[in-house]
């Protein structure tokens, strides 16, 4: 192919490079620690303000030959992209496998008006396309380049669908989400554990300056322990506790407006569109057909405030699992009449709170309470006898009480049912989780049986979709039969695609 | 460790799921039981079903399907890689008791080795027993496990690509295995050991012609 098809990015994508790079160093922030702490140690300032420029120098440098070797081509049914210093790589995305399409405005392009155009593909992981620093115009005109082959090879093609092929730009505004529904999510949704992690891992560096410090301080700290009675103990664990929770759930809070401030779903007769991101303006196009699975989450924090976060799943690779992937569109802290009505744009189902379930065998909870019993037992009994704690090693009860109940709720809970081409199950202990899927878009089906199931007549059923694999255990198997034979029927004679 | 507030709102949230719930039990208490027994004869289909298409007693069925077991070349090759296994393991063993106990002690490790390696053995040869597959129009089945016994079937509009493969036992042996791979499944989504080539091969060509086909 000659040279001239291929354009280069425009100067400014350096940026897109640096940030990436930055990007990609603080998620191995773990395998840096050893290098923070060895700059820590750094006594002389002239040394460290060095050691600051040249690696500010570097990073520069690698962004700057990273735009140079950056090649991109869009021809008629593909983007092609060339890039790579020491291994030159090159990918070819076909429209045809594009999933979704972003359209991402980095606070430090927004003044530029530029705009990152990134596709992911429906294939392998790792095969997806970021086109930094385009204007506005080029990047609209290759999306639309995109969305138009797309419908124009889309092999099967809904009645709903046909007449809203063309010109259905205007699209119909369907949620959004204010600060108070994103600080509702940041609380229920801890997504800063591993802050807590790292704040863990941290800890051990502070404890001895600390202890120095006391030191220094001239407080005698073993004395004060041996005159410290327990409450006071308690108390100070305690404390710490919730100073560690209001620490985390900040975190989280914040985390949760940075992703999804200004939070906007927009649908037409096709597709869904989603604006959010506070320092990132992103723009998200997700076809309504891609999607495999609804899933209604809710958490006991959740459950507390009647709400729950909406999740569409679209076809995963197991490895793809990080909350804030594209591939899962999120939509924070519904309730559920909203959680139904958004559904209903995608799959066309009734609200799942109305259905009948079919519940599962009383022999799950058996099992379950069994094991439980048996764990606890053995517990308790090393505690007293091996750890030798007396009337303490009975601590273990109340959890255990605790999880056996947890338990009973999952078993009520747990249930699937069916309804036309939509199949529902229903499970979760405190908070209610509804996955819903429809059964055209079924891969694989497994009906599960140990040898005390066949005697009851009970099987477990597994459904797998693009996006996840529903297990219902201990169905009577009758009807689990029944599903599976119903689900393959619809997945082989419907001839509807599953994408 | 919570706003007190938030703790009594939540006991709250549990009352209620459990007067709800318990609403639901004595329906499911008396769905379960006409549920156990297959579908009424008189038509009418359970209530978890809804709206369906197709009444569920006019669906092919796939608990009635004749099912054919693999070439049973394929039982001698899984005990055989059994062998092979133990083998490999009891030397291991033997060299690990030597460098870290400076001595073996041959009236413990022996029976217990040798006792293992049996159980091994026969658990192999029934893993491959009873291991069975069939082929219908739209799909393909495959049961297989001892203990957790699972039947799956690929519909075959959703394989995304198919694989012929040998291992170098298998050829000597005329086998082949023949795996799917569907979407959202790292892995093969089924695979079916202990085939003959030909009959591999003439798998694969009817997959491929059935997606041609739709």
């Known amino acids: 192919m000659s040279d001239e098809l291929w354009h280069r990015l425009l100067g400014w994508s350096v940026l897109y490079f640096i940030a990436r790079f930055l990007r990609q160093l603080i998620a191995n922030i773990f395998a840096l620690i050893p290098a923070i702490y060895g700059i820590s140690r750094i006594e002389s300032l002239q040394i460290g303000i060095m050691i600051g420029l040249v690696s500010t120098i570097a990073v520069v440098v690698y962004a700057v030959i990273q735009y140079n070797y950056f090649r991109y081509q869009v021809t008629d049914d593909a983007i092609l992209v060339r890039e790579g210093i020491l291994f030159r790589k090159q990918t070819n995305l076909g429209f045809e496998r594009v999933q979704n399409v972003s359209l991402d405005r980095p606070f430090y392009f927004r003044p530029l008006k530029l705009v990152t155009l990134k596709v992911d593909s429906a294939g392998s992981r790792g095969e997806e396309v970021n086109l930094a620093a385009l204007n506005e115009f080029e990047a609209i005109r290759i999306h639309d380049m995109i969305r138009t082959a797309r419908q124009g090879t889309a092999p099967y093609i809904h009645e709903e669908e046909t007449h809203a092929s063309k010109g259905d730009v205007s699209g119909q505004f369907l949620i959004d989400r204010g600060l108070g529904h994103l600080v509702l999510h940041g609380l229920t949704n801890n997504r800063a554990w591993i802050a807590l992690a790292a704040i863990g891992a941290g800890f051990s560096q502070f404890a001895n300056p600390l202890r120095s410090y006391i030191d220094v301080l001239g407080i005698d700290f073993s004395a004060m322990l041996v005159d410290a009675t327990i409450s006071m103990l308690i108390a100070l664990a305690f404390s710490a506790l919730v100073l560690s929770m209001i620490i985390v759930t900040g975190l989280s809070i914040a985390g949760s407006i940075f992703a999804y401030y200004g939070y906007e779903l927009i649908g037409t007769a096709t597709r869904l569109t989603v604006r959010r991101g506070l320092l990132t303006h992103r723009t998200i ?33 197991q490895t793809n ?30 609200n799942p709170e109305d259905y009948h379930y079919q519940g599962v065998s009383i022999r799950l909870l058996i099992r ?45 809970r747990l249930g699937i049912t069916i309804d036309g081409n939509i199949a529902i199950v229903r499970k979760g202990s405190i908070g209610v989780h509804y996955i819903v899927i429809e059964l055209h878009k079924l891969q694989k089906t497994m009906l599960i049986q140990t040898f005390l199931m066949r005697r009851r007549q009970l099987s477990s059923l597994a459904l797998t979709v693009a996006s996840r694999t529903l297990v219902v255990p201990f169905l009577p198997q009758g009807y689990a039969e029944t599903v599976r034979d119903y689900g393959l029927y619809q997945a082989e004679a419907s001839g509807r695609s599953w994408m | ?129 009873v291991k069975r597959y069939a082929v219908r129009e739209h799909d393909v089945y495959f049961e297989s496990g001892v203990f957790w016994h699972a039947q799956t079937i690929q519909p075959l509009n959703r394989v995304q690509h198919v694989e012929v493969g040998q291992g170098p036992i298998d050829k000597r042996l005329g086998l082949a295995h023949l795996q799917l791979f569907s979407s959202g499944s790292g892995a093969a989504s089924l695979k079916i050991p202990g085939l003959t080539l030909t009959r591999a091969e003439d798998l694969r060509e009817f997959i491929l012609r059935h997606r041609e086909t739709t």
């Open chain 2, 1 to 129: 460790m919570f706003n007190p507030n938030c703790v009594t709102a939540f006991l709250c949230k549990i009352d209620i799921s459990i007067d709800d719930t318990s609403i639901n039990e004595a329906e499911d208490a008396d769905q379960s039981d006409d549920l156990n027994a297959k579908p009424h004869a008189d038509g009418t289909t359970p209530s978890a079903f809804t709206n369906l298409k197709v009444a569920p007693q006019d669906l092919p069925q796939a608990s009635t399907l004749e099912t054919s077991a693999m070439e049973s070349s394929y039982v001698s090759l899984a005990m055989a890689f059994s062998l092979i296994r133990w083998f490999i393991v009891s030397i291991a063993a033997i060299c690990g008791s030597e460098l870290a106990f400076d001595s073996f002690y041959p009236w413990i490790a022996v029976p217990a080795l040798l006792s293992l390696a049996v159980l091994d053995l026969l658990l192999s040869r029934r893993a491959a027993m």
């Open chain 1, 285 to 317: 196009h997700m076809n309504k057909s891609r999607v495999q699975a609804s899933h209604y989450q809710q958490d006991w924090l959740d459950c507390v405030f009647g709400r729950l976060n909406l999740v569409f799943e679209q076809v995963s690779h």
């Open chain 1, 368 to 412: 379950n309470l069994c094991t439980l019993a048996t764990l606890t037992t053995s517990l308790v009994l090393a505690l007293h006898l091996i750890a030798e704690l007396g009337a303490l090693s009975l601590l273990p009860l109340p959890f255990a009480l605790w999880l056996g109940l947890l338990q009973y709720y999952r078993w009520k």
């Open chain 1, 321 to 350: 699992h990080a909350a804030d992937s594209d591939r899962r569109l999120i939509v924070p802290s519904v309730t559920f009449p909203e959680a139904n009505n958004l559904t209903k744009e995608v799959i066309r189902a009734g």
